[in-house]
């Protein structure tokens, strides 16, 4: 009985902690550090990219230096998600509140598939 009791709980403990992380650890530390070196890795080939003053579809390369900066205008002091969830077509996305020394920006983040690993969209907005 003992057993069967700590099979279910390490089970359910189990389903909380993958599904207690929508983004990788890397990507939130890169949001709330600001350095877009640590995003960089999981950008695909191509990015649509938008913050308040860049909107365009560009390379991996070219978002990095865009989401840099973004972030030298904008310093980093925290961000956290806000919501995640799976977008039609087997995509799956996440919003974030990024806290910053300029104000609070809202972060969109697409994934391609389910397994959040590739970003092929950010969009930076003013919070309001």
Do not use: W
């Not at 359910?12 to 350095?35: C, D, M, R, W």
């Not at 972060?107 to 907005?125: D, F, N």
């Amino acid at each position: 009985m003992i057993r069967l009791i700590f099979l279910i709980s390490f089970t359910l403990l189990l389903q909380y902690s993958t599904h207690a992380q929508p983004v990788n650890v890397k990507i939130i530390e890169g949001f709330k550090s600001g350095n877009a070196s640590l995003i960089d890795p999981y950008l695909t080939k191509e990015v649509d990219f938008i913050d308040p003053t860049n909107e365009g579809i560009f390379s991996r390369a070219t978002t990095k230096n865009k989401l840099s900066e973004f972030f030298t205008r904008n310093k980093a002091n925290d961000f956290s998600i806000k919501h995640h969830g799976n977008s039609p077509g087997n995509d799956s996305y996440c919003i974030g509140i990024l806290s910053t020394d300029k104000g609070i920006f809202r972060v969109y983040l697409l994934y391609v598939g389910s397994e959040r690993t590739q970003i092929s969209e950010i969009r930076i907005e003013e919070d309001e």
